[in-house]
């Protein structure tokens, strides 16, 4: 069971209410959720805001990849799993991704929470650009993939 989505910020923000009802299932004794959020800095620079871009449909596709693998690299089955990242300008302490997970135990949940936003980091195409309290803003350089 999957749910993905890109929110635009400036229509809808991440609730983790649409979450908890997505995930709920007796099936399930663990479930787990990871938010990221805006945070006031980053190398030592004041951060008052983040934008972020995304190739929407790439997006969608590297959330449905990163799940099917989960069967095979980790060994988890049943599971279901909430993934929502937002596109546009963000202010500090809002939320940029949403993942929540449910399995049958507590360590499968774990390991697949971090599987999940690891392999996001890593290959998902969203750009993110901090703007500075000085006014400057900068692209940020993403994660290098060898394959």
């Not at 989960?70 to 596109?87: S, W």
Request: hydrophobic content about 35%; proline content about 1%; charged content about 35%.
């Amino acid at each position: 069971m999957l749910h993905v989505k890109i929110i635009d910020s400036s229509i809808e923000k991440i609730e983790i209410s649409k979450a908890e009802r997505f995930l709920k299932s007796e099936k399930f004794g663990a479930v787990i959720y990871f938010v990221g959020v805006v945070r006031d800095n980053n190398e030592n620079k004041k951060v008052n805001g983040i934008t972020y871009d995304a190739k929407d449909s790439m997006v969608i596709k590297s959330f449905e990849e990163i799940y099917n693998e989960t069967e095979q690299k980790l060994g988890i089955k049943n599971k279901a799993v909430f993934i929502e990242h937002v596109k546009g300008h963000l202010k500090l302490s809002e939320k940029s991704i949403l993942i929540g997970v449910a399995c049958k135990h507590r360590d499968e949940a774990y390991r697949l929470s971090r599987f999940i936003i690891e392999e996001i980091k890593k290959r998902s195409p969203i750009w993110k650009k901090e703007h500075y309290e000085n006014e400057d803003s900068k692209w940020l350089k993403g994660i290098s993939i060898t394959t």
